[in-house]
C-alpha cells in the first residue's frame, strides 16, 4: 500500500526514482543511502511536532470555552444591572425625602477598594471587549477550530508518509570519475562533482549523531573557500557536496580517495571529454600492472646490451 502511494506521490510532485547516475564506467557504480537511524531519529521528530500541534489545539479549546464562559457572565451582569436600574428609578423618593435619607444614613462599604487597580482596569477591559463582540464571533470560532481539529486528524498519515518518502531521496552516487547527490522531496537538490575538481573529503560527526552511529562525508571542491565557514554556509554552497547522516561514512570517504588518486594518477580530464575511455577499477589495476611489467622488461635489455658490449671489449 505504501509503495503504490509513494509512486503516486512521486509521480505528482514529478520526482523520479531513482537519479541517473554520474559520468563513468557501469562498473565502477556505487549507490549509498541515509542511514537508518536517520530515519528514526525524522519519526521521532515527527512524533514530537504531532504532539505540539495536539496541545495548541487543546489549548485553544480551553480557551474559548473560557472566553464564551466570560462573555456570557458579562451579558448576564448588564441584563440585571439594566434590570435594576429600572427597579432603582421607580422606586425613587422625592428629591427632599432623599437628602434626608442621604444625612441619616451612613454610605455603603465599597467593595471595590478592595481589589487593586490594575487588575480592576483589566478586568473592567476586557468586559468591555466581549460586551462589543457580534453575537456571530463565538459560531465561527467553534467553526475554526473543529477545521482545524478534522485537518489535524486528516494529515497525520499524509505527513508520516512524506517522513518516510523523504528519507528515501537520499542518494549519493559514486563513479571512477564523478559522483552526484541528490536529496529531497518537494524541493530537489542535485549536485554532480566531478573528480577533477576535488579537493578535500572530510568526515564531520556530532554528538547525536555520534550516539546513533551516523555521520556526514564532506568533499569540497575547486573555489569552496578555506575550512573556517559554519557549516550551514557550506551546505548551501555550490562548491561543497554532503553524504548526510550515513552509517559507512569512512568506507565512502576511503572509496572517495582511492578512486581520486587513480584518476589524478591515470592523467584524465573532464567527463565530458568523449576522446578519453572509461576504464573500470579493473582495468586499472590491470595496467598498472602492464606497466610495471614493461619496465623490467626495459630493464632487463638494457642489462642485456651492457654485458654484450662488455663481452665485446674484452674479446
Not at 119 to 139: D, S
Not at 161 to 172: D, I, K, S, T
Amino acid at each position: 500500500m505504501f509503495n503504490w502511494f509513494s509512486q503516486q506521490v512521486l509521480r505528482l510532485v514529478r520526482v523520479p526514482h531513482e537519479p541517473e547516475p554520474p559520468s563513468g564506467a557501469p562498473g565502477s557504480i556505487r549507490v549509498f543511502r541515509a542511514g537508518r537511524n536517520y530515519y528514526k531519529l525524522r519519526v521521532i521528530r515527527w512524533v514530537f511536532t504531532q504532539i505540539g500541534a495536539a496541545v495548541g489545539i487543546a489549548f485553544s479549546f480551553v480557551m474559548l470555552n473560557f472566553l464564551i464562559t466570560e462573555a456570557d457572565e458579562v451579558r448576564s451582569t448588564v441584563v440585571k444591572n439594566t434590570q435594576r436600574q429600572q427597579i432603582t428609578a421607580a422606586a425613587t423618593p422625592p428629591p427632599e425625602v432623599a437628602a434626608t435619607v442621604a444625612e441619616t444614613e451612613p454610605p455603603p462599604p465599597s467593595t471595590a477598594k478592595k481589589r487593586s487597580k490594575a487588575e480592576r482596569q483589566g478586568k473592567e477591559g476586557f468586559v468591555r471587549m466581549l460586551a462589543r463582540w457580534p453575537t456571530w464571533i463565538i459560531p465561527l470560532l467553534h467553526v475554526f477550530e473543529y477545521g482545524a481539529l478534522l485537518l489535524f486528524i486528516a494529515q497525520i498519515p499524509f505527513s508520516f508518509a512524506a517522513v518516510r518518502l523523504e528519507f528515501e531521496q537520499h542518494w549519493y552516487i559514486v563513479t571512477d570519475r564523478s559522483l552526484r547527490i541528490r536529496i529531497g522531496l518537494l524541493s530537489v537538490r542535485e549536485s554532480t562533482m566531478s573528480f577533477a575538481n576535488l579537493q578535500q573529503v572530510e568526515v564531520s560527526q556530532g554528538p547525536l549523531q555520534r550516539w546513533l552511529g551516523l555521520a556526514d562525508v564532506r568533499v569540497q571542491s575547486a573555489g569552496g573557500g578555506g575550512g573556517q565557514k559554519d557549516h550551514e554556509n557550506l551546505a548551501d554552497s555550490l562548491h561543497m557536496g554532503i553524504f548526510h547522516s550515513i552509517e559507512n561514512a569512512e568506507e565512502v570517504r576511503d572509496l572517495i580517495l582511492r578512486r581520486l588518486r587513480r584518476f589524478r594518477e591515470a592523467g584524465l580530464g573532464e567527463p565530458d571529454d568523449q576522446n578519453i575511455p572509461i576504464e573500470t577499477e579493473e582495468t586499472l589495476t590491470a595496467r598498472d600492472k602492464s606497466n610495471s611489467s614493461s619496465d623490467v622488461l626495459t630493464a632487463a635489455h638494457e642489462l642485456l646490451a651492457e654485458a654484450r658490449a662488455l663481452r665485446n671489449a674484452l674479446s
